[in-house]
């Protein structure tokens, strides 16, 4: 079957849930679609028992979070293109890959959803920092995310092989939902190992502990 991975970007502006600075029609499509981003609560259980702690219940108080922030969500150049978006603490901005600016792909947009509800799980605490624990924290969420989208268009994700695809949201959450956390922990640690396993607003978890020391065999105990 072919799969329809093209949408309209009839986007409404209706009532007071506008964003200011966000009227590029792929980021406003994406920011839709944040807001209607909720997580299985068995999910929810499987992230927490892992030691992640997700920064919001669902996309709907992410989206809060930035309006009610003033936050600007932006495609901008990125210094790599394997930095899918990027949390700005200065600007307070969450920068989008600019090479999926014109995108038409319902994929891509997706994931451009789930990016921007990672990094506001990194603007959350207002500063510009991170860590290890805070890393497992903010990819709880678009790993969920991504297992929800994916359950309501089964199939939806493999219709397009952006990177922000294959490297990006697809590749996280399969690795973070799977009973072999080596992938995760090799993954995590070869992209954010220089950070310290947790900090004053992030405790370290044991599994951010793991990631840190390099132990791929670490296994969630019930
Ligand atoms: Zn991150």
């Known amino acids: 079957m072919v799969r ?17 600075d966000s009227q590029d029609p792929v980021i406003s499509a994406a920011m839709e679609e944040l807001k209607n981003i909720k997580f299985d609560n068995n999910d ?19 989206y809060d979070f930035i ?10 150049k990125l210094p790599s293109d394997d930095i899918h978006a990027q949390w700005d603490v200065t600007n307070k901005t969450i ?22 509800l990672h990094e506001a799980g990194h603007a959350k605490d207002l500063d510009g920092d991170s860590s290890i624990q805070e890393e ?5 969420l678009n790993s969920m995310a991504h297992r929800t989208l994916n359950a309501q268009d089964p199939g939806i994700f493999e219709t397009n ?17 799977n009973k072999d956390l080596s992938g995760l922990i090799e993954k995590v640690r070869h992209s954010y190992g220089a950070l310290p396993a947790g900090d004053s607003k992030h405790p370290a978890s044991e599994f951010a502990r793991a990631i840190k020391n390099g132990e791929p065999n670490f296994v969630v105990v019930a």
């Open 4 to 20: 329809v991975n093209s949408i309209n970007f009839n986007v409404n502006f209706n009532g007071k849930r506008q964003l200011k």
């Open 44 to 62: 929810v259980k499987y992230v927490k028992k892992l030691g992640a702690k997700p920064p919001f219940k669902n996309g709907q108080q992410a």
């Open 67 to 76: 309006k009610d922030n003033d936050i600007k969500v932006k495609f901008m």
């Open 95 to 116: 920068k989008i890959n600019e090479r999926y600016r014109d995108t038409k792909s319902k994929a891509v947009i997706l994931a451009i959803a789930e990016s921007t």
């Open 136 to 140: 497992i924290n903010c990819l709880s």
């Open 161 to 177: 092989d952006a990177n922000i695809l294959k490297n990006g949201v697809n590749l996280y959450s399969s690795m973070y939902f």
